[in-house]
């Protein structure tokens, strides 16, 4: 079935964002889980040890296709030019951050955010789920990616990866926090904008590829778009950074690639069409990918709305900078959720002695430390 | 309560929203483990904390409704130990004593620890037990914060020098009239030099009636019922008068000398023949002159007399006051150069009473003494007179007024609220305390409350509000609104 564009306005009372999220399993059994994970550490033993410097994630790393002087490779300027016509955005965001380590594991939180901007009013509407702190140990950290793949990935079908190493659970765990809220706000939302904090690139462990398309089908069959966009971005062209080609075209306007593989490996798939957009006056231009299924014209005009209903600055949407605005953790966060840890908990923290201080001095500043 | 920094004398506690602590607020550090050992602190001024990613925050969540709104799930209530440690506050407490094995010691030697020590707060009535304030003649000043009774001792009073100080309509003169009263119930003998007179209705209660004290309040008002004739007065006033009121030139001044002995010897000291002696004296012109510029600035002044029955013996008044009264005087429509006249003239006479043991000791209250007390009066009040059993209470608007040596004698400061960085600094110079306490506590005083540093707190500064008095005790100042309506 050939999906038909259709960007008339629908009634707004379908459309996310409503007060709260109608699937509120995820969540209870978030804190179910959370609060288990915890009472490990009063099992083991009630000190928490706290990291030099908090470790922030703030989801996916950029899986960057390498254009290698591809003789099929074009690029493509296309101008343009805001759309007025009233289509609600909504942004997704998620952080997590390490709060610290104890003898069997580490502990982190992770939080994500909702922004929205409504249909013919000016302001904006944000829904905070969590901070949620786990305690992540080799012993549930099975149990714990378990939980988040099956109601994040939608799956009930065992996973064939294995559970990644502690380190990595921070990533795995935020990644999957955001597929279910993307997923949440796709099933939900009708004729929307919807903005990503990332790439559309499938084939990780926590982002399958069929689960991707899925998800990308669903926004599709909703009438929304998906736009995702990546702050930071790595897309090279024979070594000269593709956000720098854009420089010379007069903004607003979007660099299309094409004629680049749509699955550089066997596993990673590039299921957006990638662009650099620069959309307003200024220094930063990004990586914007849109859905690939979606034609050209439908993805610009999707681009060309998104200018005409949401405040930009310097290129980026206000709604996806309010959304990591509103995920990310301040320090006193952190000191709040280590304070609820040692009142509810009797978890204390200690802060380990600086092995770099003690060895090297005033030289033991690490890479942050300059 | 946490133990956070020191540095110094002064200690940086961290206080939840939970604990309450304000400015003046006595706390106990108490650190059990080596030798019971406590540190005595005060709160000098509390602060926000500075907690890290604060400002985030605040950026993050001042939106106002109408461009962002939203909701939180957050079902751990992180939110509420987060919003617990952005109230969290810093009090900076300056140590005042240790306490060891509940002896005091004014040395704070040694450093508690963080980690053992319990931080409680010390309410007013056991810092007084601890400090042992006597209690023998008790003045009642009024209550503190935590609403018990502060008492002083008068005896603190006795041969001290005192300032009362603080911005217009704080309640300086109230307590000073406090003072007053509870001095003349103990049986002391009291001169207040009345500017504005406020004393004047001590003697009548809030009713108008007459209070307890009206036999023991005297007013004097000069050129009324308070007037001299020379012969009363010593040449050694007399040339005070002239030379430091009226700026009499030394050459005149000894031919006025001669004058003076020419009169004293011939028993005719009046006003009519000093005028006629200056008059017919052999002398230069201009001296005649300047004689008898001056001669006519104390007929003027209406507080001299040739008439014996006008003439008020201040001897005989300063022996109804000895065993307990005030001798008011009253300065108020006296213009600068009668004043200053009336105050040399009383100020030589309590000296000479005082120098032949016609009197004990004398407490004299001055309000806004640069009005009418010479330049160098102040060292002598403060030096010499004292000695001689005049202790002094002086009553001011204008810190800056009052040297700095003074407010370095000061045994007791009497601190009522000021904002001005100027007066702050001036009354900062008081030995008593150290200037920072000074600074942030009476910066934020409420009307009626006091800041009191020295002897007769044992140099434990406490902050009272001042009881209220049933007597008259407003000055009276002239309202335009009033007395057209």
Known sequence: MIQQTQYTPTTSKYNFPQSTLEDTTLPTRFIELSLRSIKTIQNNEAALYQPYEAMTDETTEEVTPIFQGQTKLRLNTIPLKPSHQETPVVAIDVSSIKIGETSAGILLAIRGAIVSKKQRQSHYHYLRIGPFPFHITEQNKKEIYQLFRQYSLDTLAPNTTSTPSLIHMQTRITTLLERWLQTGVATQSQNTLILWDGSLTAGTSDSPTHIMMQLLETARNRLNTVLAFSKITRLRLSGQRLTDLIETSKPPCLLQIEGYPTAPTNTIHFLGNIHVAKLTQGNCSFRLDTDRQLPTEQAVEAIQRLMGNDQLSESYPETLRLAHIYSTFTANEVIAIQRLLAQTHGIKTVTRPNIRRLLFGPYGKGPDGA | ?485
């Open chain 2, 1 to 485: 309560m946490r133990l956070y920094k020191k540095e110094g004398n002064t200690v940086q506690i961290l206080s939840f929203p939970t604990e309450n602590a304000e400015k003046g607020d006595y706390l106990l550090i108490e650190d059990t483990k080596p030798n019971n050992k406590a540190l005595i602190t005060q709160v000098i001024d509390v602060q926000f904390a500075n907690v890290p990613g604060i400002l985030e925050e605040l950026l993050r969540d001042s939106t106002n409704g109408d461009s962002l709104n939203g909701q939180d799930f957050d079902p751990l209530e992180v939110s509420s130990h987060l919003t617990y440690i952005q109230d969290a506050r810093l009090l900076v407490c300056k140590i005042r004593a240790s306490l060891e094995n509940g002896k005091l010691s004014p040395t704070s030697a040694w450093l508690p620890s963080r980690s053992h020590s319990t931080i409680k707060p010390l309410p007013t009535t056991a810092l007084l037990k601890l400090i042992k304030i006597n209690h023998s003649l008790p003045v009642q000043l009024g209550e503190t914060k935590d609403e018990s009774p502060l008492n002083i001792d008068a005896t603190a009073l006795d041969g001290k020098l005192n300032i009362v100080t603080g911005k217009k309509e704080t309640g300086k003169s109230h307590l000073s009239k406090l003072l007053v009263l509870s001095l003349l119930g103990y049986g002391a003998p009291v001169v207040v030099l009345d500017l504005n007179g406020e004393y004047a209705h001590l003697g009548y209660g809030a009713d108008g009636k007459k209070n307890e004290y009206s036999s023991r309040v005297n007013v004097l008002t000069p050129s009324e019922n308070f007037r001299v004739a020379l012969a009363q007065m010593k040449l050694r006033v007399v040339l005070n008068i002239l030379i430091h009121a009226l700026n009499l030139p030394g050459t005149s001044a000894r031919e006025f000398r001669r004058i003076w002995q020419f009169l004293d010897e011939r028993a005719t000291l009046t006003l009519h023949e000093l005028g006629e002696a200056i008059r017919n004296w052999r002398c230069n012109q201009h001296v005649r002159d300047a004689l008898f510029s001056r001669y006519y600035a104390l007929v003027n002044s209406g507080f001299f007399t040739d008439n014996p029955s006008d003439a008020v013996n201040l001897e005989d008044c300063f022996q109804r006051v000895r065993s307990g009264g005030a001798l008011v005087v009253n300065l108020r429509d006296t213009s600068l150069v009668d004043r200053q006249i009336v105050v040399e003239y009383l100020l030589g006479k309590l000296v000479d009473l005082l120098t032949q043991h016609k009197l004990r000791a004398v407490f004299l209250f001055a309000e806004e003494a640069h009005l009418y007390l010479r330049e160098t009066y102040w060292d002598d009040i403060v030096t010499r007179m004292r000695h001689f059993g005049v202790f002094t209470t002086f009553v001011t608007n204008q810190p800056d007024t009052i040297r700095e040596n003074i407010y370095r004698q000061a045994d007791n400061v009497f601190l009522f609220n000021f904002t001005n960085e100027h007066d702050l600094e001036a009354v900062s110079r008081a030995a008593k305390v150290d200037a920072e306490t000074v600074k942030s506590i009476a910066r934020d005083l409420p009307a009626h409350h006091c800041l009191l540093l020295g002897t007769a707190v044992k140099d434990f500064p406490i902050v009272v509000r001042v009881k209220a008095l049933n007597v008259q005790t407003m000055g009276q100042t002239r309202l335009f609104f009033t007395e057209k309506n």
